[in-house]
């Protein structure tokens, strides 16, 4: 039986097939869909974690009960999962355990461009790498026997391109014949004190060393000889890309990136005239093949930024052929949060009131974006908080009272707990936000321990932040509804010159919340052209539902789109002359 999947599907298809019993995760693009998708198979115990360290500490403790255990993130969530990951590499596993990571070269949906290969090297663990769907299936499957035979985790590494682009793949029955889990008392491998680890090191080495032999008979390595003029190594999507520019050049294909298989790399460069190595990002199989002494070309030619494309590809080798795509050549339109998005009216008052806005990652993020241009800093999960402590500590006392961090409900939980800790013990006088919509809106509405549902929508315990906030230390806590301009504005200004820490929850969900009961969309709004001036103060906004029409008047009128106006009601505080009222 034959199937057109995903990516992210077929690895999901292949965690089912390879007799998986624990599967945990962060949401993240391009790896969210994973876990979204496993759950359709109820023999796999599917969970959503606060972070990425607790989904792979999760999985840890299923491999070493004896479980095949999955774990998913995006390249930026093994910055978070590192910690256990190095360790893990020394104790090894009981029963297999793959950790998914996804890339975004081009940073599609990202706040940099790491390439998760180098975890691969620096941890000391195998790293496969799959061409399309039908790959990303069967090496979920190898992954896993691969894990058991050599006693390690294992890294999958997909892209951008990979996790959603879509091909054909087979179908197969879930194995057989697997060990029950169960306990099995082994400390002198499983507890990492120094004595225990000095013993195991030595043979992660011997494992590498052997992986490395074995990678090239291993079939996912796979030399293609034709035109022997010109020889590419390459793995990942970067393989069709090749394939499809230079279909008769002579291929290396690297299912396993690391550890590389030598002696395959020496068998291929000896046949070949001329040696490339086709990768996006770092040169990791590059510098590897130069340190064996083997001349080739790659980066010299190729960027160490962004995508590579078949068109990028054919400009590197002097190819005629058109660079840009089409898509390439379409105007640029900016990303927006949506029509009736609570956090709109926080970020309108804090520009309102010159805030310094220690950002973080979200939907409201794109409170950077003109005109709410609301937020100063952004570096990644949870790290507003404590960049509002470090500002605070070196800028003048009336500057301090400036200083204001923002933070989303997920995001809180995932890194920002540590924070708002630091924040309170060490009495740094700034103020957070924490914008509560009881979702993890950006990745697609995943549900997050705030939100009071699992990944199988099951009902949950939902965080109570107030009293979350107490339990730190915090003494002042303010819980304001985002959706009133002048109630936000007040108690914001309240808080940012208090001279100690404070909190401020904003209580409305997100309004793609689909939930019953969460989110009710009110009546319309509509502009009275009469009473409308042509002031543009519900511009200042930002949402997509106002439009303006610049015929309408000597200077234009605004108009709301009732398709797009879910009745929130911000413009209509914005407007000074009556113009904006409830649709009749």
Known sequence: ???????????????????????????????????????????????????????????????????????????????????????????????????????????????????????????????????????????????????????????????????????????????????????????????????????????????????????????????????????????????????????????????????????????????????????????????????????????????????LTPGRIRKAFGLPGVENSVVEKLPGRPPNMCPGCPHRGVFFALNQLKAYVTGDIGCYTLGFMPPLSAMDTCVCMGASIGTATGVVKVVSEEERKKVVAVIGDSTFLHTGINGLMDMVYNNAPATVVILDNRITAMTGRQENPASGFTLTDEPAQRIDFPLLCKALGVKHIRVVNPLDLEETKRVLKEEMARPEPSVIITDKPCVLIKREGVFTKGPVYQVDAEQCTGCRACLKIGCPAIEWQPGEGKQGKAFIDPLLCTGCDVCRQLCKFDAIGRSK
């Open 1 to 307: 039986m034959h199937e057109i999947l995903s990516g992210n599907e077929a690895i999901a298809r292949g965690a089912h097939e390879a007799g998986v019993k624990v599967a945990s995760a962060y949401p993240g693009t391009p790896s969210t869909e994973i876990l979204e998708t496993i759950i359709q198979y109820k023999e796999i115990d599917a969970s959503w974690a606060p972070n990425e360290k607790v989904a792979l500490e999760v999985a840890i403790g299923a491999s070493f009960g004896g479980g095949r255990a999955l774990v998913a993130m995006k390249h930026v969530g093994v910055n978070v999962a590192a910690d256990p990951l190095f360790t893990l590499s020394y104790t090894g596993v009981n029963g297999g355990l793959l950790l998914v990571v996804a890339d975004d070269p081009e940073m599609h949906s990202s706040q940099n461009e790491q390439d998760s290969r180098n975890y691969a090297k620096f941890a000391k663990v195998p790293l496969l790498e799959p061409s399309d769907s039908r790959e990303c299936k069967e090496f979920t499957r190898l992954a896993f026997e691969l894990s058991e035979r050599y006693d390690t985790p294992v890294i999958l590494r997909s892209t951008t391109r990979i996790s959603h682009g879509k091909s054909i793949v087979e179908l197969d029955e879930p194995v057989t014949g697997l060990p029950e889990p169960r306990l099995v008392r082994n400390s002198a491998k499983l507890v990492m004190l120094p004595g225990n680890a000095k013993v195991r090191h030595p043979l992660v080495e011997e494992r590498m060393a052997k992986l490395s032999r074995d990678g090239s008979t291993l079939a996912i390595n796979r030399l293609e000889l034709r035109d022997t003029s010109i020889g590419i190594i390459t793995s990942g999507v970067c393989y069709q890309y090749v394939r499809e520019v230079l279909p008769d050049a002579s291929t290396l294909k690297l299912g396993m990136v690391h550890p590389l298989p030598r002696d395959l790399i020496r068998k291929f460069a000896a046949q070949v005239d001329t040696l490339y190595v086709v990768e996006e990002l770092d040169p990791f199989i590059e510098e590897q093949v130069k340190a064996m002494g083997i001349a080739v070309t790659g980066k010299e030619i190729f960027s160490l930024c962004g995508e």
